[in-house]
């Protein structure tokens, strides 16, 4: 694993929070941050604004519930959009994506780079970008 790509400009690692991730505490799953600070101890944990927006629009019990716990972690505007392009790109930036989006995580398997994943529905694991 390249440790290089995960460092962003400022020294800081940081772990850049789906939409998936966040609601998976409100369906059964164990409370994300707890997971990524386990999983991950030294990574600065991040809300993009853009998945705020999502939790916005989806306007559900669950997800208003995650706006309220969102509001007490930093968050970071990492463009507008639509937040899958986002995060994708955010990931070529040197942060680590926490997603169980398919469709990110392949296309940063493609790109070689790291990502966060649910796995066994209750764990958390790094991918290996640079697996085949």
Known sequence: ?????????????TILVDTNIILWTFSG??????????IAP????????CVMLELE???T???LAALEICKKIEKKD????????MLITAAKEGHIIA???????????ILKL?????????????????MS
Do not use: C
Not at 1 to 13: D, E, T, V
């Open 29 to 38: 799953g164990p409370d994300f941050r707890e997971v990524i600070a386990d």
């Open 42 to 49: 030294h990574y600065n944990l991040v809300i993009p604004t």
């Open 114 to 130: 790291n990502a966060l994943k649910i796995r066994e529905k209750n764990k958390m694991i790094f991918t290996e970008g640079d």
């Open 78 to 85: 990492i463009g507008e959009g639509y937040a899958d392009d």
């Open 61 to 63: 019990k669950e997800s």
């Open 1 to 13: 694993m390249a440790l290089n790509r995960i460092w962003n400009n400022q020294g800081m690692k």
């Open 99 to 109: 997603t169980n989006d398919r469709d990110i995580l392949k296309q940063l398997k």
């Open 57 to 59: 629009k989806l306007n």
